[in-house]
Structures are given as structure tokens and as C-alpha cells.
């Protein structure tokens, strides 16, 4: 290999260790550190950013990656692939000028305090301010680094490389529709038959971490190379190539609150777990989206976790940490954790209803950047469609356009991944059941070998080689449609009416 | 201020945002990590080692720090302080070629290795040949770094920066043959005298956390700008200026292992938290030499924790805690944690026999760095010493001189800091007795606040603005000597034996 290939390489194993160090800074802000430390700790991350930023943006970085480009290297080689991806992530970074990079931390931190302040009191008007420079600062990035077509397409493409705003439109205005009616008829059905009741707590929290650890075990989460540890929101992280580290929160009326987020985030963890460890650091050993990564999450914790005869499995396992479960029985379990009904938030949202928030979501920014809307007209815009979508009258912007943190970071472009996470997640899993004939009985007696295997040969093994479009469609022999995905739904609503 | 101090003080920051992220990588390592991380966080922390080393030794700093000193900075500046320790610290870094600094690091790593077998199996051949390099290395390194007298004093400066190897020999023999003979004695009259022993545990985990954490609270441990955690050596180790993270270990049979752990530990970290805040990073805001943390961990440890009036007042919480402990009594607890006993293994040791543990490490490692002993006479050195010192003839080197971790770490130089430790403590408690005259009814009546602040005012607010020494001096009203420690060892003798 080329001596500028060889210098890319180090320099990116410098980055992963600085990047992976800065991720535990980050964890253990999240889980462990105390109060007063949060000053400093603003400090170390911010002064990280900038020695990695400086690092990868360094003019020879740039003729390296060009040295690399003119070797003409073999299209299907590991180094042309990363060769493609450091193109992509150089010219991203260094399209914008450092001045631009500063005024956007800097109005995100103050957009931070202001929605935190605006969402306590309900009060839009004490965020538009920073949304509206937000939303301006994102304009200029786009035509910074430029798009085929919308400048929605610059901002979609830090999440979701090589997705298009068009594509993205097509499948979830196909979606919509039908969904937000599945979802009325998932409501009725639900309201027909309640879900009967978990037993009353408490189920104390280190019963639930026993029990969640023998279920994550059970998936193949490694725990010599990972932790499960307490939040205040679920997440997973990787901090080298053998330490992923994942979180729950705890809610001692209903285990399954911190079961069904770190069945979730091992999801994520598994992904992290089956990337190629030799490439680490290196595109070859990176996740090639968020889409694909929310795939593997909702694929553990909505199809696997979600299913009955996970709780035919798993129900005996229960009763033995949380004895008051006797008096249930598992398909109350079942029923209990495929409760349909609509709600203002998007995180507490149910499987039937969750895309119709995404989808919302995806319609406002994407007019945002096309000059159709503008911060000001947020609230009205998210009330209406939000009344179309899911039937429901927003009482207040807190409950609505207030609700997510996103925005204030600056992260348009972020939330459609969550919906491509679940179209990719049915796809993938009607197409195990197609690959592996034993699936449906290994996963009834809680053998979950075959179905984690198959994951990691189809995606995690791939890194970024491909993009997330063309890995979904090698993987299930069929471009992304939101078939799958309907089709799960509706026999989720159909179960539940009966 | 000049330009060149500014750039010191923007480069002494940047040193503390990634030494103190250093620190957070170690922490956890300690603490949380999982098994197969380790091969990826020794690589992240030799790579911030190495950004640290060649931000500090580059020229720049060297003229710098040569700049300021031209400018004839007021003597009791504060820049004044921090200069004349940086240069102290640049020359250390910089006298040493990175060839040694290597050959070092990998000598340490294979030693390490080394010496984990041969004290398992209990082979002193095992270690030798690694120890003998070892010490060949620290040889150069006082060659290297100079020193006035003895290449021992070159070694002794970087954990007691000023402190002279023919000082320490005067404190140390003077001290050894008095408490050789009062060891003695102490054992004589424990075993005529037997502690009772404790009530049979369990003594829970978690009754011990919430003990320890009234415990630490109560002495003034800040736990929002600090933690408690587990870990196989009780350590405490800052992240920051507002962070400073204690551990222990658990022994469910006697819930005081871990109390005395935490009450050493949070006498560093009081140290620690009592620094000046905005001096953090430079000199002025750091702790002046081990001997001096450790005067204050001993302090509070030894002085305040296992005196008659602590378990009298803390009695009761225990028993609230630890309900078999209501069939013991405070004299019984009391005697419990004073019991003289002697044992061949250091960390073991009661505070009447401790020093002679050092005094025996100091005398080898003296004649090592002088050429008086090589690494294969250290055995037959350590046995005769030992039975000299402490009257028990040594049954293997596991339970000898291959007990310790120190010298596999190249760290010669370190021990005799646990001795001046103990004096300056017991030198420190008897000065503070007499500075402030309602503290024997405060301590008694569980009320530590004014102890505290004499020792933040005394000793943390100054950093290293005195040579250890020096600051004794000040605090105390007289030079370092063994007599304030041997008073109080002997009044915990004839106690004992009461």
C-alpha cells in the first residue's frame, strides 16, 4: 500500500483514539460524574473536538486522500472504500470555514438553555429566536456543501450517506397515509380490548437489572467487552473496539420500561459488537448510517422483544425476579407491551404510531430548508399536521413542536433515520425468517444465535462498503419499501382487536 | 503579565485538560471497564501521554519559561511559584533522551509481568533480571537529572521535591531503632491484652456504602464535586477542578476495611478539594509532595478515625447500619481497629509497626541507587532487615521483598513518602490541637469542620508555593521530626495494653 495511504491510516487510528476517549468523557458525563464537574467537563470535550477537528482537516490530509484517489485504487478493495468515505467526511468537514463552525456551537449552546427554558414553560417564543439562526445556519452549511437537489439532501447525508431528500419523501408520503389509518383502526381495536394490567409494583430496580442482563446476555450482548449502566435517557456508545457501553433508566412500577430500552440499545451494542474489529477507526470498520443502526435496535427490541413468543419464553425467567407476576401470565405480558394508543410524545409513542411523529417531523424540516417555512410558523404547521396525522389537538407546544431535543443541537436531518430504522428492521427480518428455516422455533426457545449471526454476515461484517440503500437491498433482495413494515403493524392491530 | 507567562499558563491548561482526561481513562479502568477493553485503553493512554510529553518538553516552553525568568519576577508572586516548579518539571522531561523514556515504558510493562509471576509463584529469580535493568535505568535517570549528594535524591525529587536522601536517612534512623523497641512492646502488650472481636458479619455491601458515604459526608467530602466507587486498590485520583473520585473494596466480615480505606481516601481528597480552584492546573493550585497527601489521608485516617472519641460518637450510626454490632460496644470497635499485630505483608500493617516497613524499603533502596546492593542481594537484605526490624523471620519473597507493586513500576523514590507521611500528620493534628482550642469537644461531638479549614488554610490554599518542608514548618512552628508520631504511637500503646 501507498505511503499515503499508510499516513491515513495512522492519522485515523489517532482520531479513534481520541475519538474514543472523548466518547467515555461523554459516558461518564451521562452515568457517573458529579455535579460540579460539568464546567470542566465542557471544557475537555470542546478542547478534544478542536484537537480532532484540526487533526482531520490538516492540508495534508487533503493530499493524501487525493495521492490515494489517483492510484486508481480497486474499486471492491478495503482501501478504496476508505478511500470514499474519508473523501466524503474531509470535504464535509473542511467545506466549512472554522468561523462558521464556532457560531454554530455557540448559538446550539445557547439554543440548548433556551428550548430547555421554553419547553418548562411552554413558551415558543422564548426559542424561535435560536431556531430561526438555527435554521439559517443550517441553510448555509447546505449550500456550503452543496446537494443534488434539495438542501435537505446536504443535511440528510450526515446521518444517512447517500440518502436523498426525494426518496426519503416518496417513501414516507407512501407510508402516511396508510399508517395514520392503521393507527385509528389499532386505537379502536386497542379501546375495544384493554390491555389488562401489570401486576402493581414495586419491581425493584436491581431485580430489573438482573433480569435485563440475563435477557441481554441471552441476545449475545458480550459483557467482557460491554457494561449496562443507568441514565437518565437510554443510549449505547463504543469506546474502543472491544468496550461498548450501554444505558437504561428504571421505573419501579413497570420493568419493562428499562427491559424494552436496554433490549434496544443491545440492539445497537450488537451492531457495535459485529463491526470488523481489524478495521476499527477506519470507514471498512464504521456503521455505515443511523437508519441501519436504528434497524438493529427495533429489530431486537420491537420484533424479537415485541413478540409472544418472546414472552412465552422469557415469562417463567420474569416470575423469578418479579414473584408478583404469578398472577399474570404471558399473554398478558405480550398485551401489556403492544399497547396501541395515540400520544402528543414521540418517545412514549407505540409501534403504530411512532412514524406518523416522524413523519411530521421530516415534512417540517424538509420545508424549513426548502424556504417553505420558517421558524415562526412551526407551531401552527406541527399542530395542524399533527391533527391530521394522529387525530389528536396539541394542547400545548410543549407537547408538541417543544417536545425534542434535536433541533436545539442543531440535527436536522436526524429523525427520519428512526422511521428508516423501522422499514429496514421489517425488511430485514421478514428476510431471516426467508434465510433461516429453524428462525421461528430457535427464537420460541430463546436461541437467538442463528438470527444475530445472520445480522452480522448481512450488515455489521460490511462496515460502510456499501450504502445504507444498496446493504438493505444485497441483504434482503429488494429495494426499501415500507411494505414490511406495514404488514408487521398490521398484524400487531389485528392481534390486539382480537 | 508577559506574553511568554500567558502562553505557560494557556499551555499549562491545555496540559490539565488532557492530563485530567488521562486520569478519567485510568479511573475507569480501575473501576467500570469492561475486561477486553484493556489492549485499546492502554493504547489511548500512551497516546495521551505522548501528546502530553511533546506538548510540554517542546522548545517553546523551554523559552518561555527562560523569558519569564529573565523578566525578575517578584519572589512571592504566584508567577513566581508556577515558574520556578515548571522549570523544575521541563528540565525533569526534557534532561531525559525519549530513547530512555522508551526503554523505560517497555522495561516497566515486561516487569510488571514479571514480577505478577514471580510473586504468584513466589520466585524471586522470575523478577531479577527485570528488576536489575530497572534499577540500572533509575541509575541513569539520577545521572541524567543530577542531584547534590546521593543519585537517590534525584529519585526521591519527584515525589518530594526538595526532600535530601541524607535527610530522610537522619528522620528514618533516628526513628527506627525507638520504634523497633516500642513495636515490640505494642505486641507484647496486645497479646496480653486481646482485642475483642468483632460481631460476625455479614456486614452488606451496600449498609457499608451508606456508612462510609455518612462518614465522608460528615468530614466534609464534597459529593458533588465527587464520588465513591469500587475498586481492587482504595485510590483517589482528581478529573478536575470539581471532581475528585475516591474508591475502596468491600470485606463483608469487617465492614471497617472498607471504612479506613474511605477515610484515608477522602483525606486526599479533602487535600484535593481544598486546592485553590482557580489555580487549577498550574503550581499554585497543586499539592506540594506525597509526603504532604499523605499527612493528610494518615490524618484523618489514623488521627481522627481510630480514636477513642470517633467510635464514641459514631457508635450509634454503626449500630443503625450494622444491627449485630449492638452486642459490641465504642471501646470494643476501638480496640478492634488499633490491634498491634505483626505481619510480613506492608499494606497489612497497624500504624505501630507501618514505618518500619518503610524504613526497611528506604534503606534498600538508598544502597541500590548508591551501588551498595545489587538486585540479587535485595532477598537476603530484606529477610536479615526484616528480622532485625520487626523480630518475624520471612518465610518466602511473596511474603518479602516481591510484595510490593512499586519497584515493577519503576517507582524508586516513592516509599519513604509514607513515613514523612505519618510524621507531618501526627505534627499537623498536634498543632492544630493547640492552634485551636474547642477541637477536642468538636471531633468528640462529630462536628469536623474546624479542623478542616485550619488544615485548607494551613496546607491546601498554598499549593506549592513552600517546599514540603517548609509548609510543615509554617503549619507547625518546628522542623520535621519522628518525636509528635512517636508520642502518639506510644500513647496508643500503652492504651492498648490498658
Redesign the interface.
Known sequence: MSAAYDALLKRAR?LA??G??SS??QW?QET??????N???A??LA??AGLIHRLWTADEVGRWIAECEAEGLASDSDAAVNVREWRRSYDRATKLPSALVEECSKTEALAHQAWVEARASSRFAVFEPLLERLIELARRKADLWGYPESPYDALLDAYEPGATTAEVHRLFEDLAPRLSALAAKGVRAQEAHPAPSLPPGPYPVAAQQAFNREVAAALGF??????I?TAAHPFCTG?????CRLTTRYDETDFTSSLYGVMHEVGHGLYDQGLPEAHYGTPCGEAVSLGVHESQSRLWENHVGRSRTFWEHWFPRAVHHFPQLAASSPEALWRHVNRIERTFIRVEADEVTYDLHIILRFRIERRLMEGELEARDVPAYWNESFEQLLGLRVPDDARGCLQDIHWSMGGFGYFPTYTLGNLNAAMLMRAAVAALPGLEAELASGNYAGLRAWLKETIHAHGMRYRAGDLIERAVGAPVTPQAHLDHLRSKVAAVGS
Not at 457517573?32 to 464537574?37: H, Q, T, V
Not at 458480550?222 to 457494561?227: C, E, M, P, V
Not at 469506546?239 to 468496550?243: E, K, N, T, V
Open positions: 489517532e483514539l481520541l474514543s476517549t467515555l468523557l461518564d457517573f460524574m458529579p455535579d460540579r464537574a464546567a470542566w467537563r471544557e475537555q478542547h478534544l458480550d459483557f467482557q467487552a460491554g457494561r449502566d469506546l474502543g473496539p472491544r468496550d
